[in-house]
T-cell receptor, first 115, second 108 residues
Framework: DTAVSQTPKYLVTQMGNDKSIKCEQNLGHDTMYWYKQDSKKFLKIMFSYNNKELIINETVPNRFSPKSPDKAHLNLHINSLELGDSAVYFC??????????????FGPGTRLTVL | GQNIDQPTEMTATEGAIVQINCTYQTSGFNGLFWYQQHAGEAPTFLSYNVLDGLEEKGRFSSFLSRSKGYSYLLLKELQMKDSASYLCAVLNDYKLSFGAGTTVTVRA
């Protein structure tokens, strides 16, 4: 019973392509997040959704578009992939509203490699 | 924004104690988290401090001093499985910002 799951685990693609990463949580949490972890291991927040509404949108190129069909899912679509997009992308969820101190639970990550 | 500093690497012997320090500069502080991340895996929650003082949880303890912008994670009775990266994360204006992580290597 995986709490936060992501697919695919690995994604290798060519520059210029469009790809999506899916995330699902079965914890009944209200808030979901996308983080990017680069080669230097910094984890940086990209987006946060609370009950399907966008709460946090950091300085992320508009090639990145999150979509939340329901509060258990937060997908990340990336257009026109660039070399610099290569990283590990982590989905996370937390129980309450994003304006909270609730612990965030992370998915296993998706390693994206852009060639 | 905020600056979060922690050492890059630490090495210790099995059974020993290691203390990982984290300093931060931030406004709107809402708490500090420590996460453990094994290579190729997701970060997992270890501790949360919002008040000054020490929080003990088994072999792991976390300390916070808000006035000094300082926290540490103390790992006692080190085991080989504790070899991992330890991430200090500050909740600032309800957004979680991570340090670069400290890679701890436990040697037999």
């Amino acid at each position: 019973d995986t709490a936060v799951s992501q697919t695919p685990k690995y994604l290798v693609t060519q520059m210029g392509n469009d790809k999506s990463i899916k995330c699902e949580q079965n914890l009944g949490h209200d808030t979901m997040y996308w983080y990017k972890q680069d080669s230097k291991k910094f984890l940086k927040i990209m987006f946060s959704y609370n009950n399907k509404e966008l709460i946090i949108n950091e300085t992320v190129p508009n090639r990145f578009s999150p979509k939340s069909p329901d509060k258990a899912h937060l997908n990340l679509h990336i257009n026109s992939l660039e070399l610099g997009d290569s990283a590990v992308y982590f989905c996370a969820s937390s129980q309450g509203a994003s304006v909270s101190t609730d612990t965030q639970y992370f998915g296993p990550g998706t390693r994206l490699t852009v060639l | 924004g905020q600056n979060i500093d922690q050492p890059t690497e630490m090495t210790a012997t099995e059974g020993a104690i290691v203390q990982i320090n984290c300093t931060y500069q931030t406004s709107g502080f809402n708490g500090l988290f420590w996460y453990q991340q094994h290579a190729g895996e997701a970060p997992t929650f270890l501790s949360y401090n919002v008040l000054d003082g020490l929080e003990e949880k088994g072999r792991f303890s976390s300390f916070l001093s808000r006035s000094k912008g300082y926290s540490y994670l103390l790992l006692k009775e080190l085991q080989m499985k504790d070899s991992a990266s330890y991430l200090c994360a500050v909740l600032n204006d309800y957004k979680l910002s991570f340090g670069a992580g400290t890679t701890v290597t436990v040697r037999a």
